[in-house]
């Protein structure tokens, strides 16, 4: 199973869900869930726009925003 990251934006009091996507415009798909959260991590602490990343298994639907 693999795991996805979700960028989730609000914008206009409105919640945007994007799937990260890799170099070459496919959804990315990283092979553990630990890989993902750092990642997630790293992207939600660099974020200057105040944008949440969180991870999904592959094939379901945006997590909840905390």
Known sequence: MGFN???TIIQDNKKLHVLLTNGVSEIM??????????MCKIFT?????????????TNTLPPTVK
């Open 29 to 38: 798909e990283i092979d553990t869930r630990e890989t993902a959260e750092n």
């Open 45 to 57: 602490e660099n974020s200057d726009s105040g944008w949440k990343y969180n991870v999904r298994e």
């Open 5 to 7: 990251i979700v960028k």
